[in-house]
């Protein structure tokens, strides 16, 4: 595999690229941003990839990291977790049982990988703590990005965002006042943890794990290995289902934002990471055809990207 440093991206190619991406998303009626690159390559294709969103549970890559990070070599230690008392709403994993289990760490980050347990998770943030977590995202690279309930994080992104007013999306409906504070009331009552996050930090956090610079070569094929275990194949995954390709992914969902990270690799190229972030008008509703309509994005962006890569 030829591994290429640098590449430019042709005015035309960015033109169509942003062109096709945001037909799909009035289609669906739904504002967009996305950042995407391929790894080792600094600059790619993107539309608004610093713009604050409440990115949900994306967090869950960024924790993963730093408790292996903090647990190192003792990242298969047992712990005794009772799921009751440390519950936390979510539809998989921890968050359903109720007896007693013994878990090493490595299973607890596995859990919160790929099914997005929100037990499993809060277990990892209270042991990696958040000094530990800036200081994993700050070697990243990821500049915007922090853990908060779900509140805060959309209380911060609704405040960011309103100079923008229907510049950075393509449904333009989503941006009013009205709307900002039906979701800042609608926040106020959810617990859970949460993000607010850019898609440059996600594509730079993906980036930085592929390449090594965040772990040891043990631990980045472990955590990489769980990103390509996810449970359902949907969004992006939903695009790449032919020989030859591999997806690995987070997703992040919330009230009207759904998102996914991932990084799609190709046999014998350079893998690609991107990160697409939508909302829609819809509160905590299953919408397949966003993602569905995800999926077709990244294929979008990926094929445009290894084109100017077979160059």
């Not at 440059?200 to 794990?209: G, I, K, M, P, Y």
């Not at 695009?239 to 992040?252: D, E, I, R």
Request: hydrophobic share 45%; aromatic share 4%; proline share 5%.
């Amino acid at each position: 595999m030829r591994k290429h440093t640098t590449m430019t991206v042709p005015k035309d190619l960015d033109v169509a690229v942003h062109r096709q991406v945001l037909e799909i998303a009035d289609q669906l009626g739904i504002d967009v941003a996305y950042a995407a690159r391929p790894i080792g390559i600094p600059h790619g294709l993107a539309h608004c990839p610093k713009l604050l969103w409440p990115g949900a549970s994306l967090y869950k890559t960024l924790a993963a990291i730093a408790l292996y990070r903090r647990r190192g070599d003792d990242i298969s230690s047992p712990v005794a977790v009772d799921p009751v008392a440390r519950h936390v709403p979510g539809g998989v994993g921890l968050s359903l049982m109720r007896d007693e289990v013994t878990l090493t760490w490595r299973e607890i980050a596995r859990w919160m990988l790929i099914g997005s347990d929100n037990t499993a998770a809060a277990l990892v943030l209270e042991e990696v703590g958040p000094v530990l977590m800036q200081q994993s995202a700050q070697a990243a690279g990821m500049v915007s990005t922090r853990i908060a309930p779900a509140a805060g994080t959309v209380a911060a992104a609704v405040a960011a965002r309103r100079p923008e007013v229907s510049s950075y999306g393509s449904a333009g409906q989503a941006r009013t006042p009205d709307r900002d504070d039906q979701l800042v009331a609608y926040a106020s009552r959810d617990l859970v943890l949460g993000s607010v996050t850019t898609a440059q930090d996600q594509v730079e956090l993906l980036a930085a794990l592929w390449s090594g610079k965040l772990l040891t070569p043990e631990a980045t094929a472990e955590v990489t290995e769980m990103l390509g275990q996810q449970i359902v194949k949907t969004r992006v995954g939903s695009a790449f289902t032919y020989p030859g390709v591999q997806v690995a992914a987070k997703s992040g969902s919330w009230g009207p934002y759904r998102h996914e990270a991932a990084v799609v690799t190709h046999r014998d190229e350079q893998p690609v990471a991107l990160c697409i972030m939508t909302e829609s008008l819809e509160f905590e509703r299953r919408l397949p055809s966003i993602d569905d309509g995800i999926g077709k994005m990244a294929s979008i962006l990926v094929d445009g990207l290894r084109a100017l890569l077979h160059r």
